[in-house]
């Protein structure tokens, strides 16, 4: 049987005694269960700047990520482990963020182009420790499916290094590959992969290597290695990727191909921005106020949650079922990934007792089933046989059975959250299918 790793969750004291951090606890719970946010809101919501606290809050306060590269004696505005790159309109291919390898160069030797994201990911590489945090802003201004097709693909194949042994962390498949084994233009020598990693190393750690750092050299050559090993750069398991999303004129839909692979939240209650004390408490993290343990994964499949806790992953699964039967018929039904996420995301959203199962179930329904709803009163007709008697649409079905489903996976009694998220979202998303169409995202 394999062995599961059981944080010790001493962060948990610290969110129950720290109001704004325990706020963050059910972005901390997505991450745990997929380091792929999506952060949707009206602008202005403070999603951009969600990402930059949560890197401070995670960063420790020794480490060197937290001090001003121009001066190490004062703390960094800019956390060391947190990037933002913002997405162009013009980005149709992965060239302008994972980089690509170039022949046309003076001394006829391929050469990889470098690019901030790439930087980022040899950055994380040095520091596999601390969880790095990268932000894609206005991620939707260009189609994601385009930009972003090799991070989508190898994200999916997470498994563990050691599937009996599962403090050793996770692996992908390989994100960017080098492929330069073979001879050069004009030459008659080989451009071998380990040289040309030697190079594109050295060039990304420029600075750090030349200092007289013995760790700074070891963790580069470990880098080299790895890479050359490979052919090319993974995903680093302490990789956040967090994107910002703003829905209007100018930006893409998401397919529910990007849906299914990401944890969706919206962020557009702006209630408490008129209280004073809110607005007081709105200064920055404190380094390491936190803690790594907060974002570290140990569950990634339905078996993992099985095994880790079988009378609440029963409950989920008799849920996502009654959901799921109500898609029967439709495009928006979930399959094996949303499962998984599902069951994970509601096991490490009710650790230590901050909530119930109902409401972790209430929030994952909304990130991962009804972001994917959207269409006209066609699409949406209630496809159960006594639908096409009745003016019913599927919002309206999953507005009963929604609450009954969350109501058994409470042992039968009214939950303490019942369906508060779900419940406003189906009703905004029936008020707009008035109009002929309707979706998710404000």
Known sequence: ????????????????????????????????????????????????????QLARGLCSDESPLSLDPQDPTKKANKPGNFESIPVKPNW??????????TRITEDKK???????????LAKAWMN?????????????????????????????SRDWVDESDHSKGLQTDVMVHFDVAQSSPGEGTAATTENFVKETVAALLEKELASADTAVKAKAEKLQSAWVKDGGIRIPANLVVMGTVNMDETT???????????????LNDVSDMYDPANIAGEAPYAYGSIGPDAVK?????????????????????????????VLENTPFKIAYRSRNEIMVYCLERTRGGLVELPQALDEATSMKI????????????????????????????????????????????????PCEICKGKIEFMKRRLNGGFTNFFV
Not at 252 to 266: G, I, P, Q
Request: glycine share 6%.
């Open 370 to 417: 009804l972001s994917r709803i959207e269409g006209d009163e066609q699409k949406l007709v209630d496809p159960s046989p006594e639908g096409a008697e009745t003016s019913r649409t599927l919002l309206d079905v999953l507005g009963e059975k929604i609450p009954e489903a969350l109501n058994a996976a409470n042992g039968g009694t009214a939950p303490r959250s």
């Open 297 to 325: 994964q140990t569950l990634l499949t339905g078996k993992d949650a099985c095994v880790e806790d079988a009378a609440k992953s029963d409950s989920i699964l008799k849920y996502i079922k009654t959901i799921n039967d």
């Open 128 to 156: 596999e420790n601390v969880p790095f945090f990268l932000c894609l802003d206005e991620m939707n201004l260009a189609p994601v499916e385009q930009y972003f097709a090799e991070y989508l693909s190898v994200i999916e």
């Open 1 to 52: 049987m394999a062995t599961l790793l059981t944080n010790g969750f001493d962060y948990l004291t610290a969110l129950k005694n720290r109001k704004r951090t325990y706020k963050m606890d059910k972005y901390l719970a997505a991450i745990r269960t997929k380091p792929f946010i999506l952060l949707a809101g009206i602008s202005g919501t403070g999603k951009s700047r969600m990402v930059r």
């Open 252 to 266: 893409c839909s998401f397919s529910r191909k990007v849906l299914d692979r990401a944890m969706t939240f919206e």
């Open 110 to 120: 391929p050469k990889f182009v470098l690019t901030p994201f790439v930087k980022f």
């Open 92 to 101: 149709h291919d992965s060239t302008e963020l994972l980089g690509y390898v």
